[in-house]
């Protein structure tokens, strides 16, 4: 079965420091990896994705994730913080086996940007 | 662009009553889902939903649990006897296609609260 852990609650960074959320998946076969956002009160919105090709994927907002196949990771990045990136991170996998296209969520990271 | 969108966004029902939650997918979506988030935590998959019936779905999702189609456009999700442990945000998705690279597009969520 698949699954997602994402090994820190949260992670504080100063704005204007990189910053990492962290992300292992397990799947069976092919992962689709997907990094969403969730802002206080609000929906899951989505990043950016893994799909195949370039380990290094951009998506909104000036995050990026690097796909690492052999360490089953995919770490989301920035390189400069927001104090407006603070929020709460949620990486997901979906297994190229499932025919139903559901994501399994990691517990979610939360993350503390201070001025 | 087009969104996902869920009524109400919160709901307060005493225990042993039915909800249902409603959502209406981008209109032309294929498959769709719900999700729950127990406050702050893991985002869990309850049920996916694909040519009018049932494709999958989670230990969650038990018989207390129902979701249904009725028109066309709205997505239904009913809880016939609600518990105190179905507090929880509820949220929708949808993807539009059969495929493994398309992301999943989500409400903004249905806040329930069970009393």
């Known amino acids: 079965a698949q699954s997602v852990a994402q090994p820190e609650d949260q992670v504080n960074v100063a704005e204007g420091n990189p910053l990492t959320v962290k992300c292992t998946y397990s799947?069976?076969?092919?992962?689709?990896l997907f990094w969403y956002v969730q802002y206080p009160n609000r929906g899951l919105q989505f990043l950016l994705k893994?799909?195949?090709?370039?380990?290094l994927v951009k998506g909104s907002y000036g995050f990026e994730a690097e796909f690492n196949k052999s360490q089953t990771s995919f770490h989301l990045k920035k390189p400069s913080a927001l104090v407006s990136d603070s929020a709460l991170y949620f990486c997901?996998?979906?297994?190229?086996?499932?025919?139903?296209?559901?994501?399994?969520f990691g517990s979610g990271t939360r993350l503390l940007v201070r001025p | 662009e087009p969104e996902v969108t869920q009524t109400p966004s919160h709901q307060v029902t005493q225990m042993g009553q039915e909800v249902i939650l409603r959502c209406v997918p981008i209109?032309?979506?294929?498959?769709f889902y719900w999700y729950r988030q127990i406050l702050g935590q893991k985002v869990e998959f309850l049920v996916s939903?694909?040519?009018?019936?049932?494709?999958?779905k989670s230990e969650i999702f038990d018989d207390q649990f129902s979701v249904e189609r009725p028109d066309g456009s709205n997505f239904t999700l009913k809880i016939r006897s609600t518990k105190l442990e179905d507090s929880a945000m509820y949220f929708c998705a949808s993807i539009w296609a059969q495929g493994l690279n398309t992301e999943a597009f989500f409400g903004q969520g249905t806040r329930l609260t069970v009393v």
């Open positions: 997901a996998v979906r297994d190229w086996m499932d025919s139903s296209y559901k994501l399994i």
């Open positions: 893994y799909i195949t090709g370039d380990n």
């Open positions: 799947v069976s076969g092919n992962p689709y």
């Open positions: 209109s032309n979506h294929l498959y």
């Open positions: 939903f694909y040519n009018n019936e049932i494709s999958e």
